[in-house]
């Protein structure tokens, strides 16, 4: 079984930045991915970005490319969402996701494991 713990999240005015962080309570062996989810009210939860723990390719969806950026800390098990320049469309609660997988996948249902989510609020 796997924890992961999230933090983080908060409000902030548009433009302004927040950095998320998940931390997985078992080692993080090289065929693990961690995605970032997030899931706006009325909404289906969707990917936003991801990280393959092997050879940390990154991926990220469309809309927040050049805003968010992933790192890692594997010492601490911990994977960084850094968010900058955010709009009020990126409120949502943010999910972190794991899953014992060579393939970042931007489908909630291929992963295994969840965080308890945090709440992001970016007030315009």
């Known amino acids: 079984q796997v924890q992961l713990v999230e933090s983080g999240g908060g409000l902030v005015q548009a433009g302004g930045s927040l950095r998320l962080s998940c931390a997985a309570s078992s080692s993080t062996f090289m065929s693990i991915v961690m995605s970032w989810f997030r899931q706006a009210p009325g909404k289906e939860r969707e990917f936003v970005a991801g990280i393959r723990w092997s050879d940390f390719r990154t991926y990220y969806e469309d809309s927040v490319k050049g805003r968010f950026t992933l790192s890692r800390d594997i010492a601490k098990n911990t994977v960084y969402l850094q968010m900058n320049s955010l709009k009020p469309e990126d409120t949502a609660v943010y999910y972190c996701?794991?899953?014992?997988?060579?393939?970042?996948?931007?489908?909630?249902?291929?992963?295994?494991?969840w965080g308890q989510g945090t709440q992001v609020t970016v007030s315009s």
């Open positions: 996701a794991y899953d014992r997988s060579r393939v970042v996948s931007a489908a909630a249902g291929a992963y295994a494991y």
